[in-house]
């Protein structure tokens, strides 16, 4: 299988090296704007250099790996689709969730397919979560609790160029209670501030946001998130049933010190990174797309999927913005 990757930034490099690590992929065909990284990329992996991702395209690709930067996107997606080849992005499908919509408008009924990168879903304790909610062994759900605090904040042109933090960050935990759970939200309500690095709050977004949202079964769903965790990289999700209760991420790589006496958990370093903390999620994931690639496996994670989530993440926006709860059907478009 001869797979192209357009954007050789930190994840699209990280994506060059986990699809040169499958057996299934022969070949790698790698662009960028920025001709060096496509030539560090090419003599680490072994890949072809194409000049532009119309050359990439046409070099006779099986699929293509969209890890550009996120204004490139909705471009991106449509030239693959219209060569006919199938196309991993990653997320968000577009800034604005109306080119979101347009992207929509212009896959959702063709035949070429496409995935977008939402990790968790192909995280094996997010996995065994969404198994015990599907077999009934939780009873019927009443709260879920889901949990995303990095350790540092990213750079100021990252952070004014992202869209703020539920569309950045939060839309992870967005998308995961809606795949692990099986429901829609109908209603959000937002909170946040900032404590620390001032150039967060200068870019009109929050460092620490908390968000409740409602179930269209009635579960509630509280959501933390912050870009300071001084211990490490916090992911978690907690669900809680009338008949039992479970929690992903409470391995003793957990960056929680405990002070109750005698209790050595957790024992591990902690995670650090997001790369660290799901790096065999991404590798699920990407063979995942070889299956979709093959033919065998129908995309994961639509662009209809992507979609739900960040209409969530504009509820929440708006919701910060005003101080008010905002049910998702005032922001929806489509």
Same mark, same amino acid.
């Given at each position: ?17 986990t699809? +040169? #690590?499958? /057996?299934? @992929? ?5 662009? &960028? ?6 030539? =560090? !990329?090419? $003599? ?14 046409? +070099? #006779?690709? /099986?699929? @293509? ?5 996120? &204004? ?6 449509? =030239? !693959?689709? $219209? ?12 800034r ?6 347009? @992207? ?30 599907r ?21 100021a042109?990252y ?16 998308d ?23 150039y ?96 065998t ?16 993440a ?21």
């Amino acid at each position: 299988m001869r797979i192209a990757i357009l954007g050789l930034g930190r994840i699209g490099a990280f994506h060059a090296e986990t699809l +040169s #690590g499958l /057996d299934v @992929v022969t070949s790698l065909v790698v662009a &960028d704007p920025f001709a060096d990284a496509a030539k =560090a !990329a090419a $003599e680490r992996f072994g890949a072809e250099v194409a000049d532009s991702p119309e050359a990439a395209l046409a +070099s #006779g690709v /099986d699929g @293509v790996v969209v890890a550009a930067a996120t &204004d490139a996107h909705p471009a991106l997606i449509l =030239a !693959a689709v $219209e060569a006919g080849v199938p196309v991993f992005c990653e997320k968000p499908v577009a800034r604005a969730m109306a080119e979101g919509v347009e @992207v929509l408008k212009a896959v959702r009924d063709g035949e070429v397919p496409v995935q977008i990168g939402f990790n968790r879903r192909f995280d094996a304790g997010f996995a065994a979560a969404r198994a015990a909610v599907r077999a009934g062994e939780l009873g019927k759900l009443h709260t879920v609790r889901s949990t995303t605090l990095d350790p540092a904040p990213p750079p100021a042109a990252y952070v004014a160029a992202s869209g703020g933090i539920f569309r950045d960050c939060s839309v992870h935990d967005f998308d995961v209670i809606r795949w692990v759970t099986g429901r829609e939200v109908t209603e959000v309500y937002a909170v946040g501030g900032n404590r620390g690095a001032g150039y967060i709050r200068e870019a009109g977004d929050a460092d620490t946001t908390g968000a409740v949202l409602t179930l269209d079964d009635g579960t509630i769903a509280v959501v933390s998130n912050s870009r300071h965790n001084a211990r490490g990289y916090d992911v978690r999700m907690e669900l809680h049933g009338f008949a039992d209760s479970i929690a992903v991420g409470l391995d003793d790589k957990l960056p929680l010190r405990s002070v109750e006496a005698g209790v050595t958990f957790p024992a591990g370093t902690p995670h650090d990174f997001f790369m660290d903390r799901f790096t065999a999620a991404y590798r699920a994931e990407l063979t995942a797309f070889t299956e979709v690639v093959a033919g065998t496996l129908p995309s994961p994670c639509t662009v209809a999927d992507a979609l739900e989530a960040g209409w969530i993440a504009e509820a929440c926006t708006l919701s910060l913005h005003e101080h008010r709860p905002v049910p998702l059907a005032e922001v929806r478009t489509a």
